[in-house]
């Protein structure tokens, strides 16, 4: 008589940890790509943001038929609005602040951070030192180098266009996602989707 051996369906033991070390190698390679794309992604996300937040203050100066100033900051944006006096109890011009927006959430010292506000495209090598400052609200004589009015027309306060420079300090600086430009025309107040500046 034969006996005949029944088949064994399934994995040895020796199968299935050679399958857990790959997948492990796998894992502990593809982290660091996941946490590169996810600062990446901060960046990215912070620069709309700002272009947002000027394409709503630009509205809201048109809306109100008042004009709206945007306060920049290094981690922040702050948004006031222009209220005309109200006679007879007063005869001046106050500030209302609509808004504030923060930034992405900073990890350690470095975070995605506002570097310069200016009126030409050259890329700045350092950090604006009025961004760093403590809030405050603006003032109705002269604006501020990190201030942008946007007039009842929907214009900028102004004769150039104005740049905001972001900078993701999370990447290193050659990193293509490293730098953001935000562009808001002078004349029409029209902001540009955000621009990777290499």
């Not at 109705?140 to 740049?163: C, H, K, M, Q, Y």
Request: hydrophobic share 40%.
């Amino acid at each position: 008589m034969v006996a005949v051996r029944e088949s064994q369906a399934g994995f040895t033991l020796t199968e299935l940890m050679v399958v857990v070390v790959i997948l492990s190698l796998l894992a502990a390679l593809s982290t660091p790509l996941f946490t590169r794309d996810n600062n990446a992604r901060k960046g990215r996300g912070w620069a709309q943001i700002v272009a947002q937040t000027l394409q709503r203050a630009r509205f809201q100066a048109m809306g109100d038929r008042s004009p709206v100033h945007l306060l920049f900051y290094r981690t922040h944006i702050d948004m006031y609005r222009e209220e005309p006096p109200s006679p007879p109890t007063t005869t001046t011009t106050t500030l209302t602040q609509l808004s504030s927006i923060p930034g992405p959430a900073a990890d350690g010292d470095k975070t995605v951070a506002i570097w310069n506000v200016q009126n030409n495209g050259t890329v700045p090598s350092l950090q604006d030192s009025n961004l760093t400052g403590v809030s405050s609200p603006p003032t109705l004589s002269a604006p501020r180098p990190n201030e942008i009015i946007f007039t009842t027309l929907g214009g900028v306060s102004g004769s150039s266009d104005r740049f905001i420079f972001i900078r993701n300090e999370l990447l290193p600086p050659n990193h293509p996602d490293a730098y953001f430009r935000v562009t808001v025309r002078w004349l029409t107040g029209y902001v540009s989707s955000s621009e990777m500046v290499h």
